[in-house]
């Protein structure tokens, strides 16, 4: 398979376009398909992230969007760590003899997913219509930045996709391995888990 890392950065564009006119929904096939559900954990994860800082909603609702931005961060790492293992079965990078990119595809991938989310959204500032001309100006600003930042980091992809094929350059696969939602690497669950057993 060829990864085409202007091909994601522009899927990501479009569903972050569309997923905020119909409701959300990852239907890719094989590696687009974690490509979207990544997308679509760090778009959920946006939204619920904006409703936890409302103090207008009652304690019910933001106690839920913590508990769902919780649950989101997890699913995004896993599909994140679930893109790169697809890139390591088609592209086989060497496990040595080169050297070793600090941020894996999936890594990437995911950062790349954001940035298409703040550059929707710093575009919604810009175009606010009750919002100030200075407020605008400076969205405007920020959405320049953004958009570079896109267009560096696209190009890294490139660059890597490019250097694992030619053997140029390799990576390693690593695991978040996020010990708070572990009930069994987490303190402040095992501590206090009901006790099972014989008392």
Not at 32 to 45: C, Y
Not at 77 to 84: K, Q, S
Not at 117 to 141: D, G, I, N, Q, W
Request: net charge neutral; glycine share 4%.
């Amino acid at each position: 398979m060829k990864f085409d890392a202007h091909e994601i950065a522009a899927r990501q564009t479009e569903l972050t376009a569309r997923w905020h006119q119909v409701t959300p929904a990852a239907a890719g096939e094989g590696f687009f398909r974690l490509l979207e559900e990544n997308h679509l954990r760090n778009f959920s994860l946006w939204h619920e992230e904006d409703v936890a800082r409302r103090d207008d909603l009652g304690f019910e609702r933001v106690y839920q969007a913590k508990r769902n931005i919780d649950r989101f961060n997890q699913e995004r790492n896993n599909f994140a760590e679930e893109l790169d293992k697809a890139v390591v079965a088609a592209l086989h990078p060497p496990q040595a003899g080169c050297p070793r990119n600090s941020e894996t595809p999936g890594m990437m991938i995911d950062r790349l997913s954001i940035l298409a989310l703040k550059e929707f959204h710093m575009h919604e500032e810009t175009v606010r219509p009750e919002a100030s001309a200075e407020h605008k100006a400076k969205c405007a600003e920020k959405l320049a930045r953004i958009r570079q930042q896109r267009a560096d980091l696209t190009g890294c992809l490139a660059d890597l996709f490019a250097d694992v094929v030619a053997q140029r350059r390799t990576f390693s696969a690593y695991f978040q391995f996020k010990m708070y939602n572990d009930p069994a690497l987490n303190p402040q669950l095992y501590r206090n888990a009901p006790k099972s057993g014989r008392t």
